[in-house]
């Protein structure tokens, strides 16, 4: 699993700093897109936001987002409303820029050139920058090193406003303490359930009360729209015939594309991280130093260390795997991570390494020299590369043969068996589910639902699928339309509601009834044997029998000790009555093992919100304009 090193390694620095800024800087910048007029998405003050920058910037979120969630579908992006974040991203870019100039920041070539020397993804094994690599990187990037470096420099220059602005911005460590032992304080509760079982019988309805709790509902008591399809999944990897590529050819492709046979020096690893900001104190990176040299020991005396790094580490990413990275080649980690984790044999663990995120400890678990992988190793994949190509271009022939059987009338397995395809059927299928068995999006889920029984729609649908883009081609064997369920067929439904909520009633009137009743003193005997106490509970964690509750769980915090709080609650199961008992502060321990790293993630959460009312004070002050801007795939 990649962690914090691996995904800052390959950052361009500010986007790690701006995390939470409108959601502007955590992806860069919709596939495919064409602008319609007007030409210009906005202007800020005197500065023009074009449709086509606005269209760049979604084209690089999407991109971003894509290779980071492989299976997310069309309709999931477009709930994400790229476009919007893409303008808000350039706006807040142009503020940020105008700022920058009005007071004085500037970035020399000086500094530009050593950021992208620095960068490790433009080095080369020997960790030094190498020309060739930069260009390589921008040009598969598609872009050129003078629209690069124009970024980078923006992005100093934000880098330096931000830290102008969130020098003094900071948190002590005795507020952190404060707000340390006000978030993991826990609270021991004896508590007085009314069950709405017990009041179930006690309930009369009207018909009257279930016709209007029917009329009030309706959309809840509606059956949406399905269709029963049958269909073809038409993709490049379920057409290719790897047996059918002669070896010759794949021996050939093998001769052509021995880079391709290279594979890396690599070497799989663990670690485990103890986070500390660049600028620690020596005094805390000292204890840092001291916790993972008293982890060496155990480890020295057989502890197993991905059990010591579930327990130990900070690093989210990896911590749950005790602390596995996997395979990690050159170039994709820091180079003092990288330079310790060469150091080792398998099975050694290093000693604790310094990098801009902290203290480490490193396991080689297995190591790899840069080989060249045989024709042998890779004959299987070559055939299956060679199959899949050749069936891309006898894709389209495939899809007009499938659709012309739907047009002509004739079943569909003829021309699917043809390609050694199968007919698959979703049986009844709302939208919803349609987009889920299918991995089509909403647009392609209404097609569906639009096409009358025995109908096809007349052009194939785009399908996402575990191997990539695909296609469906698909019949319509039959179709119910949206409908609202009869009274009559959803009677027993309203009716086991209404008491259900009738009976919470009672019991909620109950257990007033019973705290009114108790004044200052204990509950009645009648019921005392009914009092429960709960395990410690934490401000956001269920209490007992009956779940989290917000309302409960702020009046426990606020409640004095060993007094029945003054009123009664509404929970699912019921009514509750609650007393507070035992209060219980966090132990120093606890928070000795993460001071460190909760002052550091109060000061990082301190400077973004900062930052982030800063950008909102520019935005205030300045004349921004939007305009409408559609774009159309």
Known sequence: MLDYIRANAQSWGIKAAFGIIILVFVFWGIGRMHSTPPTVAAIVNDETIHAQDLAREMQRMEENIRSNYPNITSEQLRSLNLQQQAEQMLIAGALLRQEAKRTGFNVSPLELRRMIE??????????????KTYLRVLELQRTTPGSFEGRMRQELLVQKLHNAVTASVGVSETEARMIFDFTQERRQVSYLLFPFEDY????TLGEDEVRAEYESNRAAFTLPAASDVD???????????????????AAAWYERNQADATQPERMRLRHILLRLPEDAPESDVQKARQTLEATTAKLKKGADFAALAKQQSQDPGSAPDGGELGWIQRGQTVPAFETAALALKPGQISEPVRTQFGLHLIKMEAYEAQRTRSFDEMRDEIRILLAEQKAAEHLRDVLDSLIEANIIGTHMDKAARAAGLEVWNTGFSTAAELQAKLGVDAKGAATLLAVPAGSSPDTPLEAKTPEGTGFIVAKIRAAVPEKVRDLAEVKEEIQASLTRKKARELALAAAERIRRDM???????????????????????????????????????????GIWIDAAFAVEQGAVLLRLDKCFAPQEESWKNIAVSFIDSLNRSRKEESFQNFVNLLASKAKIERKQVNFRE
């Open 519 to 561: 004044g200052d003193g204990q509950a009645p005997a009648a019921l005392a044997a009914r009092v429960k106490q709960s395990a410690p509970m934490g401000r956001t964690e269920p209490v007992a029998d009956f779940g989290a509750d917000a309302h409960v769980s702020k009046a426990v915090f606020n409640a004095q000790t």
């Open 200 to 203: 179930l019988g006690k309930v």
């Open 231 to 249: 269909y073809v999944l038409v993709t490049a990897q379920k057409l290719a015939k790897p047996d059918s590529v002669a070896n010759e050819d």
């Open 118 to 131: 620095k960068n490790p993804i433009f080095l080369n094994q020997n960790g030094e920058f190498d020309p």
